[in-house]
Every structure is written in structure tokens, then in C-alpha cells.
Nanobody
Framework: QVQLVESGGGLVQPGGSLRLSCAAS????????MGWFRQTQGKEREFVAA??????????YYADSVKGRFTISVNNAKMTVYLQMNSLKPEDTAVYYC??????????????????????WGQGTQVTVSS
């Protein structure tokens, strides 16, 4: 089992920034690729970003809607994955979730963006972008 706890959400004005954190506990953090998703009421959970490691280094993946504005990163020593969100827009308002999938399970973008591929989820943190 892996337990995931998100933090860092809140209210921010358009154009502002927030950094979300997701602290992991349980099985070794290095066994998992990590993703961020978001969801608004009445809509399906939407992929935001993912990070994974392979023999040739770190790979990151982003939804087109956040590319160039959001950055996913990880601190293995702290077993924490981050989502730095800049230039926030009202349409970024959502509950943000982090998720974990066993390393090696995904090898294509289509896998990383599919929430059904992920094994563990946090409880979510609300992000509201409004003036």
C-alpha cells in the first residue's frame, strides 16, 4: 500500500502561482511513477502531468492545457512530488489529485494520461483561481 496526501491548494488570483505537494508513505517511493490529475464537479478526472524514471533518465508528461505553465518534480529523499503551477487561469480551478502507478507499468503517453491505470490516489486538494 502507498498512502498519498496532497497539500498546497487554495485561492489565488488569475496570473498567480501555487505549488502543490504530495507526500507519499508506505512502499518505497522509487517503485512508482507519479501523476497529477484534476476534477471539477460533473466532469471526468483530467490528466495534468506525470513523471517517471527509466534507465535513460527522467521523463515528464503534460496535458496540452498546462504545458509551459505547470512543472512536475520530485524529491525522492522527502518522498514528495510537486506540481508548480504558474500563470494560473480560472479554468484551472479544480480539485487536484496525485496518483501512483507501479514503475514499468506505463511506457506510452496514452497510459500516463489514463486515470484507470493508477493504483493509488490521494484525497485531493482544492485549487480556486478567481479575482
Amino acid at each position: 500500500q502507498v498512502q498519498l496526501v496532497e497539500s498546497g491548494g487554495g485561492l489565488v488570483q488569475p496570473g498567480g502561482s501555487l505549488r502543490l505537494s504530495c507526500a507519499a508513505s508506505g512502499r518505497p517511493f522509487s517503485n512508482y511513477a507519479m501523476g497529477w490529475f484534476r476534477q471539477t464537479q460533473g466532469k471526468e478526472r483530467e490528466f495534468v502531468a506525470a513523471i517517471d524514471w527509466s534507465w535513460n533518465g527522467v521523463s515528464t508528461y503534460y496535458a496540452d492545457s498546462v504545458k509551459g505553465r505547470f512543472t512536475i518534480s520530485v524529491n525522492n529523499a522527502k518522498m514528495t512530488v510537486y506540481l508548480q503551477m504558474n500563470s494560473l487561469k480560472p479554468e484551472d480551478t479544480a480539485v487536484y489529485y496525485c496518483a501512483a502507478v507501479s514503475r514499468g507499468h506505463c511506457s506510452t503517453y496514452g497510459c500516463y494520461v489514463n486515470p484507470n491505470e493508477y493504483e493509488y490516489w490521494g484525497q485531493g486538494t482544492q485549487v480556486t483561481v478567481s479575482s
